[in-house]
């Protein structure tokens, strides 16, 4: 059980049950995230209870003191309950998984009870609506005036097999439960949709008479939170909120408050506290100017200059190098003199060419012959 929390079970079958030889004592456990992450709301665990092929009426009460009598209030809690039929192949197996098989009525609710006792089948326990919250977390509010200084809240379901089929699955999961003051200011709560209507079967057993649904007192509207100046949306939380229920509130993920108001611990809040639910805009939008405090101007067209054409030569001379300066045309070369490239040997250079060609003949005669000696 979570802490602070009780249990209430019914182990004898009430009168009117259609199949009292499958009726069971629930048991109870908790829910990890690390197991079945979508049977948990938030956190990393939620309390589950459920009978295995069997029919069961139970639920969770806790003791709230310290409250001052005449004080409005608002019980609000997340369910959600998975129910199946198993299939041909195996009778304990659910066909269909995480999703519920042809699930029987659960009766799900919530209720208060503003004396502060523990019974719920007393008639002065206010129940909400019932809603078949199938494999969806599915929001149950009550509301009631405190009349002691300490108030009960309530949990309540009972696995209705009406039309005499049976159910390998019958399990409820509960979670983000809180109780609120409603004379505190608070935002402007969007209630999700039902994703059922409640399912008019059989009529509800009990060991007595039942709980005794009854109708909701009218509820205080809450205020609407005014953004300041530079965008932000602030809150200040409340005695008994958490940071679920304020996430729920304004309709935004937890991730996101916990990332603009640098959380440590997502289960600690202080009343009091300013919690960011929309960030100042990053920039301030700037006032536009008006059309004519901005002079136009008209550029002025620069004519570009015209290039100076190079004559071309009378007779094009094929170039093979390319190089990086030009050599002006306005000036033209000299002829070439062929004659002068050409150079004759006087007979005097002639004679010590031949010399040193027959050194050379000598030397390399030497070397061969000292080679051949060895």
Not at 254 to 276: H, K, R, S, Y
């Amino acid at each position: 059980m979570c802490p602070g929390w009780r249990a209430f079970y019914v182990d004898t079958p009430p009168a009117g049950v259609t199949a009292p030889e499958s009726w069971k004592r629930p048991e109870f456990r908790d829910a990890k995230t690390a197991e079945f992450s979508y049977r948990v709301r938030s956190g990393s665990l939620a309390q589950k209870y459920f009978t295995f092929g069997g029919q069961h009426q139970a639920g969770l009460y806790q003791q709230v003191s310290g409250i001052v009598p005449g004080t409005p209030l608002r019980f609000s809690v997340y369910m959600q309950t998975w129910g199946c039929m198993a299939g041909t192949d195996s009778w304990n197996i659910c066909p269909t998984g995480e999703k519920s098989n042809n699930p029987p009525p659960m009766h799900t609710r919530a209720g208060i009870d503003p004396t502060g006792g523990t019974d719920p089948w007393s008639p002065g326990v206010i129940w909400s609506p019932e809603i078949n919250a199938y494999d969806v977390w599915t929001l149950f509010q009550v509301e009631a005036v405190a009349e002691n200084s300490t108030v009960t809240v309530f949990t309540y379901s009972f696995a209705d097999w009406f039309d005499h089929v049976f159910r390998i699955n019958n399990d409820v999961y509960i979670d983000d439960a809180s109780l609120i003051a409603l004379n505190e200011v608070l935002p402007t709560a969007t209630q999700p949709p039902a994703t059922e209507p409640p399912t008019p079967d059989a009529a509800l057993p009990s060991p007595t008479s039942g709980p005794t649904a009854t109708s909701l007192p009218t509820a205080t509207p809450f205020a609407t939170a005014t953004p300041r100046s530079d965008g932000a949306i602030v809150h200040v939380v409340q005695a008994g909120e958490t940071l679920s229920i304020i996430a729920n509130l304004y309709q935004v993920p937890q991730e996101t408050l916990i990332e603009l108001n640098a959380i440590a611990n997502a289960n600690i809040l202080e009343v009091g506290q300013d919690l960011i639910i929309v960030a100042p805009n990053a920039t301030e939008t700037p006032t536009p100017l008006p059309p004519t405090s901005l002079p136009v101007v008209t550029p002025t067209a620069t004519p570009a200059a015209s290039p100076t054409p190079i004559p071309p030569s009378a007779t094009p001379t094929p170039v093979s190098v390319v190089r990086a300066t030009t050599i002006p045309t306005s000036t033209p070369l000299p002829p070439i003199d062929e004659s002068a490239s050409k150079t004759s040997l006087s007979p005097l250079g002639g004679f010590f060419i031949g010399a040193g060609f027959l050194l050379v003949a000598v030397a390399v005669f030497i070397f061969v012959r000292e080679l051949l000696r060895r």
